[in-house]
Structure formats: structure tokens, C-alpha cells
């Protein structure tokens, strides 16, 4: 079982920065792809970025050039660093963690709880 824990939300002023952490723990063999989502109040939740296992990075249109995607394998850490936030980025931020358990096994999705991030004008 994998487990996924965000950290770094809180409230921040239009323009300002927060990085967001997603920490892995558990057992997996492989991981195909992890991603940052979100849900803003009265709204679906909708993908932010994803990274692939050779790096590749994909970004929602609303976030790009303001949002970077990274990870750390060594730390099993995945980041989001958030720069010239604005009021509609307000929502709670979820990770996700897609891989196979052990080789040949279906994939499987994990999701953390996520962690809100409030933008103030």
C-alpha cells in the first residue's frame, strides 16, 4: 500500500509563491506517472501537472510559466512550486501517484488528501 502526504499549502498574497510537497511512502514496484491536481470551491477537480518517469512534464494552460513540476527520487518527493499565484488558484491541491505494486500487476492510482492553498487579492 502506498501512501501519499502534501504539505506547504497555506494563504499567500496575488503574486506571491508556495512550493507544495508530496512525500511517497509505501511499497511499489514502478511508477508510470505522478501529478498534482486540484479543486477549487464549486468547481471539479481538474489536473494541474504531471510528470513522467523519463520527466516529461504537462501543465493545465492556466498554470503554465507560473508552475513547475519536479521530484526527487532519492527523497520520494514530488513538488509543485507555485509562482505568481492568483486568486483563482485558490483550491485544494491533491497528489496523485499512478504505478504497478509489483512487475506485471495492473496499475494502480494512489491519491494523497491534499492541502489547501489560499490566494488573497
Given at each position: 500500500?502506498v501512501q501519499l502526504v502534501e504539505?506547504?499549502?497555506?494563504?499567500?498574497?496575488?503574486?506571491?509563491?508556495?512550493?507544495?510537497?508530496?512525500?511517497?511512502?509505501?511499497?511499489?514496484?514502478?511508477?508510470?506517472?505522478?501529478?498534482?491536481?486540484?479543486?477549487?470551491?464549486?468547481?471539479?477537480?481538474?489536473?494541474?501537472?504531471?510528470?513522467?518517469?523519463?520527466?516529461?512534464?504537462?501543465?493545465?494552460?492556466?498554470?503554465?510559466?507560473?508552475?513547475?513540476?519536479?521530484?526527487?527520487?532519492?527523497?520520494?518527493?514530488?513538488?509543485?512550486?507555485?509562482?505568481?499565484?492568483?486568486?483563482?488558484?485558490?483550491?485544494?491541491?491533491?497528489?496523485?501517484?499512478?504505478?504497478?505494486?509489483?512487475?506485471?500487476?495492473?496499475?494502480?492510482?494512489?491519491?494523497?488528501?491534499?492541502?489547501?492553498?489560499?490566494?488573497?487579492?
Amino acid at each position: 500500500q502506498v501512501q501519499l502526504v502534501e504539505s506547504g499549502g497555506g494563504l499567500v498574497q496575488a503574486g506571491g509563491s508556495l512550493r507544495l510537497s508530496c512525500v511517497a511512502s509505501g511499497s511499489i514496484f514502478s511508477i508510470n506517472t505522478r501529478a498534482w491536481y486540484r479543486q477549487g470551491p464549486g468547481k471539479q477537480r481538474e489536473l494541474v501537472a504531471t510528470i513522467t518517469t523519463g520527466d516529461s512534464t504537462i501543465y493545465e494552460d492556466s498554470v503554465k510559466g507560473r508552475f513547475t513540476i519536479s521530484r526527487d527520487n532519492a527523497k520520494n518527493t514530488m513538488y509543485l512550486q507555485m509562482n505568481s499565484l492568483k486568486p483563482e488558484d485558490t483550491a485544494v491541491y491533491v497528489c496523485n501517484l499512478r504505478g504497478q505494486v509489483y512487475p506485471g500487476s495492473a496499475y494502480v492510482t494512489y491519491w494523497g488528501q491534499g492541502t489547501q492553498v489560499t490566494v488573497s487579492s
